[in-house]
């Protein structure tokens, strides 16, 4: 069973249209979920960090929630220019390592 | 601004042939890390290193070793490549205690 699953897989928006990615988590001890963008062909952008239920991180269009169980990447009046997959990614116990998502392949068209 | 850099962008090699993936970053960071991406498989971690001369086995060491003999460089090294060792890799860093790790740009290997 994984530890993180994303959903959708693959989302498709218009220009504009708001919408959600979530990402739920089963690791006993969170101790932080992190939030990367990745383009085609490049290694993972940082995006955010979330440490507690409870807390918002917004940049842009972009806002991070967390909850007990899962975390979302709400985006609002997305442009074309954020289409990219996003990963999330938890940190459990007392290892420092980054188990991560399959990702959300997310397309804006214009 | 963090700084990862990976000696190559692409790389082609034989199978059978010893591979090095070289990895440096400039922010003194303690935590190195080797990561592998597959379609539909996601970013697997192969090895860490959370300081000089340490190291530890991620999920999928099989096939891999590590060297880490300064604190800002971190090498990856097939020991001989096969072709299921075709991928993209991707090395990152952090600081020591739960932060956000930063990526480099990732080596797109491939084995024939």
């Known amino acids: 069973e994984d530890q993180v699953t994303q959903s959708p897989e693959a989302l498709r928006l218009q220009e504009g249209e708001s919408s959600s990615l979530n990402c739920s988590y089963t690791v006993s001890g969170l101790r932080g979920l992190f939030w990367y963008r990745q383009d085609p062909g490049k290694g993972p952008e940082f995006l955010f960090t979330l440490y507690s239920a409870g807390e918002e991180k917004e940049k842009e269009r972009l806002k991070a929630t967390l909850t007990k169980k899962e975390s979302f990447l709400h985006i609002t009046a997305p442009k074309p220019e954020d289409s990219a997959t996003y990963l999330c990614?938890?940190?459990?116990?007392?290892?420092?390592?980054?188990?991560f998502g399959k990702g959300t392949l997310l397309t804006v068209n214009p | 601004d963090v700084k990862v850099t990976q000696s190559s962008r692409y790389l082609v090699k034989r199978t059978g042939e010893k591979v090095f993936l070289e990895c440096v970053q400039d922010?003194?960071?303690?935590?190195m890390f080797w990561y592998r991406q597959d379609p539909g498989l996601g970013l697997r971690l192969i090895y860490f290193s959370y300081d000089v001369k340490m190291k530890e086995k991620g999920d999928i060491p099989e096939g891999y070793s590590v060297s880490r003999e300064k604190k800002e460089r971190f090498s990856l090294i097939l020991e001989s490549a096969s072709t299921n060792q075709t991928s993209m890799y991707l090395c990152?860093?952090?600081?020591?205690?739960?932060?956000?790790?930063?990526f480099g740009q990732g080596t797109r290997l491939t084995v024939v």
């Open positions: 990614a938890v940190q459990e116990g007392s290892n420092y390592k980054l188990t």
């Open positions: 922010m003194d960071h303690e935590n």
């Open positions: 990152a860093s952090s600081f020591v205690g739960y932060t956000e790790a930063f």
